[in-house]
C-alpha cells in the first residue's frame, strides 16, 4: 500500500534552516510528482511546494517563495524539502503526497507528518 514517512522536522529559530526528507512506497515514485503540504493549528492544509512533473518544473506558495526548495532522490524514492530563513509563520505539521504528472489528484494516504516549530 502507499505509504509516506515524513522526517527533519524540529524546532528552530527564526532565521534558521531545516531539511525534510519523505521517503514513500507502495508506488513507482520516479513516475509520480511529488508535492509538500502543510497544516498549521486551526487552519486547513495547504500546499507549499510541488513538481509540476517528475523532477521537473516547481512551483511554490508565495508564503514560501525564494525560501522553501523541493527535491527528489529517485534511487531512495525520497523527497526533500529545504527551508531557509524560516519564520514564525512556518510552524505546522509537514505533509508528503504524490500524483500523477498533471493531475491534480494526490493519494488518498497520509502521513503522519513531521513538526516544524519556528520560535526564539
Known amino acids: 500500500q502507499v505509504q509516506f514517512v515524513e522526517s527533519g522536522g524540529g524546532l528552530v529559530q527564526p532565521g534558521g534552516s531545516l531539511r525534510l526528507s519523505c521517503a514513500a512506497s507502495g508506488f513507482t515514485f520516479s513516475n509520480y510528482a511529488m508535492s509538500w503540504f502543510r497544516q498549521a493549528p486551526g487552519k486547513e492544509r495547504e500546499l507549499v511546494a510541488r513538481?509540476?512533473?517528475?523532477?521537473?518544473?516547481?512551483n511554490y506558495a508565495d508564503a514560501v517563495k525564494g525560501r522553501f526548495t523541493i527535491s527528489r532522490d529517485n534511487a531512495n524514492n525520497t523527497v526533500y524539502l529545504h527551508m531557509n530563513n524560516l519564520k514564525p509563520e512556518d510552524t505546522a505539521v509537514y505533509y508528503c503526497?504524490?500524483?500523477?504528472?498533471?493531475?491534480?489528484?494526490?493519494?488518498?494516504?497520509w502521513g503522519q507528518g513531521t513538526q516544524v516549530t519556528v520560535s526564539s
Open positions: 503526497n504524490a500524483r500523477r504528472p498533471y493531475s491534480t489528484y494526490y493519494f488518498n494516504s
Open positions: 513538481e509540476i512533473s517528475r523532477g521537473g518544473t516547481t
